[in-house]
């Protein structure tokens, strides 16, 4: 995506719901941690927007920053759950008003998978800029996809998630 | 029922599924546009707050007698305007800095390789020996500057572990991100915080500062843009530079705020001390670099020696969420010397420490460390396993090595 001239808060307004939608899926259902990731991720595109503004894809630039915030604040969840022993199911982040099986599924993917099936499929990133939100080549994104598809496809069919993930 | 799908993508009623999981979420209410403007001008206005003094910026540009084939170009000029807004090259350049001292007072530096949108930024502590006696400070390089660093690119062998050309190497894993590597000009194993050191044996003052140096790097980098906030950032270090990695983990971390700081480290085992890391040795270590507790470490540093080797729990309840990743070598021959070096202050050994006792000691360690829940741990047959494995040398526990670092810092 090219945004050519547009200032940030066009582009802001256009973005950030897809933005937290996205992350949403790459969370597992987790969309107030989406949310919080995507607004981060936003002020740091304003912070340097001068410069993201001519990337290539501000998008997959934003998406790339948001995952790792993701990354971040989810690990330190999950730990502090281990610690204080809790069940890390999910249930208390998962979003409300969703299929709960469907959202199961999605949480049973590989983070990476989740990923890159949420940037292909719901911020409508091409497979080059996934690979670019994703910090890998186009080909190992391109593999990532292919095996997110057939375990979700899998999933979504038979119910179930495949083991050998 | 579902449509088939076409080629290698979701069918029409598979991302219709999809989608409608995402359309009808209670999404939390947008901060206005203006609201995030402002927060990111408060971060501009912090960042170019801490934009530090005049800097000489020497650029060396990659050549033909370097071992990555091309002339080496050398240009000096001040870095106070230019280092915010950095060229992007795909070569080194070196920054010298008077804030960055080597160990007989020389003004030092560090290099840089950035790419194009790399993704992954890698802060490298370098190796080399430490200096506690006349014979361990004679090996141990006293200073380090652009020329120094000119030679080391233009060399093929004797290569320091994880050097320059090994990191930015075409079979090493970091070959695509961006790298910064420090050198150890102050034989402390970057833990020294103490000028005009001394030691016994050798006549000059020592200027144990490697501490100092790698907070002035950070500063440094403050100030360059390319410093991407998308970038997941690495810390690493071999040898001494892991045990500097280890140490000054807790100060890069903090110097990038919310984002992933993984720390991978080789040939670094801090034991508790006992047979092998001895009492007194811990204790010339606090007492001649001046080794005080990194900031924000529990206490225990300041009651004695014993708790450095507690650092890896340290670090694993300070940083729960991070990834850090330790290869420990029971059979290495090198790093079992730094524990039988005669060190001021401690009485001889009756008896030359045992490989066996060493590696037992390893063993434990590893098993220990590897119940820590931030760390992934990884048993080598060999040492310098690590540079091994980003050369591209098969190794008996090569494998093992890349899938820690895929874990651990990708």
Known sequence: ?165 | MTSEPTGSDLADEERERLLGLVENLQIPTAPAATEVRRRADSRRRTRHAVVGSAAVVVLIVLGAISPLGSDIEIMTGPSTESASQPEVRSGWVWHDSEQIVSRDGSPSGYATRVLPDAAQVVIVLGDAATCLSPQTCAESPERFGADEFSRLMSRSTDLPALAPTTLAGPDSQFADADIVWIPLVTGDMHLGSTSDATVAGVDEPQQFVGRRNVSAVLDDLEQFDWLDPSQRVLLMGSGAGGIGAIANYTSVAERFGDRDVALLVDDAPLFPTGDVFRRCQASAWISTFGLTRPERWPGDLAKGPDAIGEVYSYLSRLHPEASMGLIVSPDDAATRRVYTTEIRGCAPRAGELAPTTYAVAAEDLAARVSQLPSWTVVLSDTGDALDDALRGAPGPTTAEIDRLIDAVAR
């Open chain 1, 1 to 165: 995506m090219v945004i050519g001239d547009r200032d940030f808060e066009t582009w802001y307004r256009d973005e950030r719901t897809r933005l937290v939608r996205t992350l949403t899926v790459a969370c597992g259902g987790d969309v107030d941690l989406a949310a919080d990731a995507a607004d981060e991720a936003m002020v740091r595109a304003c912070e340097r927007w001068s410069r993201v503004r001519h990337m290539d894809s501000p998008a997959a630039w934003t998406y790339r920053t948001a995952l790792n915030v993701v990354r971040r604040r989810h690990r330190r969840r999950t730990i502090e759950e281990r610690l204080l022993r809790r069940v890390a199911a999910g249930a208390d982040h998962q979003a409300e008003d969703h299929s709960t099986e469907l959202w199961s599924v999605v949480a049973e993917l590989d983070h990476r998978d989740r990923a890159a099936i949420a940037l292909r499929y719901v911020a409508g990133l091409s497979e080059a800029q996934v690979a670019e939100a994703l910090g890998m080549s186009t080909g190992g994104a391109s593999s990532v996809l292919s095996r997110a598809r057939a375990q979700l496809r899998h999933a979504l069919t038979s119910g179930e998630v495949p083991v050998d993930q």
